[in-house]
């Protein structure tokens, strides 16, 4: 029985330093399925490849996917020509400066439909003599103006292409502040990008931009080249049209607007219906309530707007409305500030009465107002 011991012992002695021996010298001879690093033998875990078309927990890649093919780039070119001086001495030194400058501008937009048409700045393509746009599978293309509205700086183009890709139009009003969103565009003519952020403040106005303004600010990057790009949600659904910085050195500083989806697709369908924005007006000169106004008008300060000044037979004046009335609906929408009255009279229809909601010495009265068409604004220079 002793000798069966040893010789046990001695067999399971020499097997071990043999298996030492070859796992030290041979690994992959024991474990032929462990990857080896530079060939030292090393052995690691990788995790298993992910299967095709699948989104990693986190990323955002599948909005990104869904919604850049519908992005474009936007190369305009225009002539400019410099005043000619009729000095022949003028033109014995200088030359004949007259000659015609060709002026190039960069930019982006978004195919809002299969049929061709695109949503981009005004800015963009204001004064162009050739629109050329670039789709995001490298084909390009010219482009036609069919409407502008300089007052939202929206304009909308048309593209005669087969098999364009066109994105979803979210719903911007189910906004909330924190939530993720995605810039694509053209930044500097580098090539479609994609940059990430959240949203970081709703109904931002008065900015000197617009007439109508009601942005949608964003940390996500947005570069000269941005402008009229898509901003989009977590699902790829377009939320705005990327429309200006705040910058003190020409590219990002985590401040961007865009124009909200809503106030975008209400300009699409009255330029592709009508070829241009008929917007309401009623004639006052309105004004925040604040301490001081409400105590000359003596009234007491409530959410609303004060009338200063009627136009004499205006729609307002015709409705009755007076100086130091407060407006506190329109339309059964409640007003709180004079953006929010600008925007609710602008989308009234002309022609049409509407129910206006006042306050006039304390008292609640009903008004029924006829828009008129708000008269073109004089044009400005963008800031």
Not at 240 to 257: C, V
Request: glycine share 12%; proline share 7%; hydrophobic share 40%.
């Amino acid at each position: 029985m002793k000798r069966i011991w040893q010789l046990f012992s001695q067999t399971v002695t020499v097997v071990l330093a043999a298996y030492f021996v070859v796992a030290t010298l041979q690994p992959q001879w024991v474990n032929r399925n462990a990857p080896r690093l530079g060939g030292m033998g090393v052995a690691l875990l990788e995790a298993p490849p992910a299967p095709a078309g699948s989104t990693p927990p986190g990323s955002l890649s599948g909005a990104a996917r869904k919604a850049s093919p519908a992005v474009v780039s936007i190369n305009t070119s225009k002539i400019s020509r410099q005043p000619r001086n009729s000095d022949p001495w003028h033109q014995f030194f200088f030359g004949n400066q007259g000659a015609p400058q060709q002026q190039s501008g960069l930019g982006s937009g978004v195919i809002v439909s299969a049929e061709g048409y695109i949503l981009t700045n005004n800015h963009v393509v204001e004064s162009a003599d050739e629109i050329e746009v670039t789709l995001n599978d490298s084909r390009t293309t010219q482009a036609r103006v069919i409407g502008t509205d300089p007052d939202t700086d929206l304009a909308v183009l048309k593209i005669d292409v087969d098999r364009l890709p066109a994105i979803v139009l979210g719903n911007s009003d189910t906004l909330q502040v924190g939530d993720q969103v995605l810039a694509i565009g053209n930044p500097f003519g580098v090539g479609q990008t994609v940059t990430g952020g959240i949203v970081s403040a709703l109904g931002r106005n008065q900015l000197g931009i617009n007439t109508f303004e009601n942005f949608i600010q964003t940390d996500a990057a947005i570069n000269p080249g941005n402008s009229g790009g898509a901003l989009v949600d977590v699902n790829g659904n377009l939320l705005g049209i990327n429309t200006a910085i705040y910058s003190r050195s020409g590219g990002s500083m985590g401040i961007g607007f865009a124009i909200p989806v809503s106030t975008a697709r209400q300009v699409l369908d009255s330029i592709v219906k009508d070829g241009r924005v008929t917007r309401g007006w009623i004639g006052v000169e309105p004004n925040e309530l604040s301490a001081e106004l409400a105590e000359t008008f003596g009234i007491q300060p409530v959410p609303g707007v004060i009338i200063t000044g009627v136009l004499q037979n205006g729609p307002a004046a015709q409705a009755g409305i007076r100086p130091g009335d407060v407006i506190v609906q329109v339309a059964g929408q409640a007003v709180h500030s004079v953006p929010e009255l600008l925007s609710r009279v602008s989308g009234l229809t002309p022609g049409q009465a509407a129910p206006f909601s006042l306050l006039r010495q304390g008292k609640t009265l009903q008004a029924e107002v006829t828009p008129g068409v708000r008269p073109k604004a004089h044009p400005t220079a963008r800031r």
